[in-house]
Each structure stands twice: as structure tokens, then as C-alpha cells.
């Protein structure tokens, strides 16, 4: 099975080379469990380094009960989303700016991608908030030794794709994973609704 839907989907697919502002989207069948059905938003991607936030996972903890500055300017649900299992304690926040918005003025926003911007959250709210139209926080991060995502990547484990400024704030019923896949060149719409256990099937 891994083989299947790793070798012979993924891989049969032209590659995307990851940048900050991309998409890493879970093969279907990732070999991970903590991974199955991920959608991982690059934030920074060096030859040294690579981090990024999975956008799919919620947590319970309301951001008004940690992080309550914030709280006026998070999109529902305000809640604390788990961005990866580095750092769990440490906290990445994500934004889309307004239309309009000149993000180089901003020294505490940082573009991602078109109104998709990393939020220095070592600023004051009212510093960033006025430019943005909502924002999500996530605690922790993945995070990619030197080569290590290159070698998952030309493994099959992930298809690499740009991210739009509406992943970062979907709504809380939304089935990302297979949102994105469905935007995706076929064959991948195909699989969009494959299982995060097969035995689901």
C-alpha cells in the first residue's frame, strides 16, 4: 500500500521544488501517522533549514485563555492549533493582510505568499492587526533537517503546491486536505477523499 500510493502517485507527478509560501500536502497512504493527511504551510525553507506549521489540526485551547490580546483578531474557531510537534510550547502566528496592503511597510509582517504573511508576534497586536483580516495561531512547528525534506519529497511522501491566503483561515468545518487536493492537476482530485485509516473505508 505505501508503495502504491507513494512510488506510483506521487512520484509519477512533476515536482515542485518547497519555498517558503508552498504547500506540503500528505501523500494519501503517508507512511506517518502523525502526518496522515497534513497540509504543512512552508514558512522558512534555506539549506539549513526547513519549518513549517500543519494548518489542519485544532486544539481545545481557546486562544482568549493564553493568548487574549489576540483573540479580537483570530478567525473562528479562536482557538490554538497544533502546528507540529516541535516546540509545542512555542507559538507561530500566521495572517492574511487586506487587500491593498503594502506588507513591506510592516516590519512585523513577513510575505508568505499573495496576502499570506508570518506574523512577528513579538510585536503588539495593534502593530500587525489593522493590516490583516483575520490570523491564526498555531503552537509548535515541523521542522526538516538538511536534506531530509528533499528525501521525503522525492519518496513519495509529499506533493509540494502553492498555497492560497484562504488555507491559512479556513473554516473550522472545512476538510482541507481534500480541498487542496481537488485544486490539484488531475489524478489527484481523484483521491480526495481517501481515508485517514483505511479501515475508515
Same mark, same amino acid.
Given at each position: 500500500?505505501?508503495?502504491? #500510493? ?17 504547500? %506540503? ?15 504543512? %504551510?512552508? /514558512? ?11 494548518? /489542519? ?8 485563555? /493564553? ?13 490554538? #492549533? ?11 502566528? *500566521? ?23 508570518? %506574523? ?16 491564526? %495561531? ?20 509529499? #506533493?509540494?503546491?502553492?498555497?492560497? $491566503?484562504?488555507?491559512?483561515?479556513? $473554516?473550522?468545518?472545512?476538510? *482541507?486536505?481534500?480541498? /487542496? ?6 489524478? *489527484? $482530485? ?12
Amino acid at each position: 500500500m505505501e508503495d502504491f #500510493y507513494s512510488d506510483r502517485l506521487f512520484n509519477a507527478l512533476e515536482r515542485t521544488e518547497p519555498e517558503a509560501g508552498m504547500l %506540503l500536502v500528505a501523500a494519501p497512504g503517508m507512511p506517518s501517522p502523525e502526518f496522515a493527511r497534513s497540509v504543512v %504551510l512552508v /514558512v522558512q525553507h534555506t539549506e539549513f533549514i526547513t519549518f513549517g506549521v500543519n494548518l /489542519v489540526q485544532r486544539s481545545d485551547v481557546a486562544i482568549a485563555n /493564553v493568548l487574549p490580546e489576540w483573540v479580537t483578531a483570530a478567525v473562528k474557531p479562536q482557538v490554538i #492549533y497544533l502546528g507540529g510537534p516541535v516546540q509545542p510550547q512555542s507559538v507561530v502566528g *500566521l495572517g492574511v493582510t487586506r487587500p491593498g496592503v503594502d506588507i513591506g511597510a510592516n516590519p512585523r509582517l513577513t510575505r508568505l505568499a499573495n496576502r499570506l504573511v508570518h %506574523l512577528d508576534l513579538r510585536g503588539e497586536p495593534e502593530e500587525m492587526v489593522e493590516d490583516l483580516t483575520g490570523l491564526r %495561531l498555531f503552537a509548535g512547528f515541523a521542522e526538516w533537517a538538511p536534506g531530509q525534506l528533499q528525501e521525503e519529497i522525492e519518496r513519495g511522501d509529499w #506533493y509540494v503546491t502553492p498555497a492560497l $491566503p484562504g488555507d491559512v483561515i479556513a $473554516p473550522p468545518r472545512a476538510d *482541507l486536505w481534500s480541498e /487542496v487536493m481537488r485544486r490539484q492537476p488531475m489524478p *489527484l $482530485p481523484l483521491f480526495s477523499t481517501f481515508p485517514t485509516d483505511l479501515v475508515d473505508n
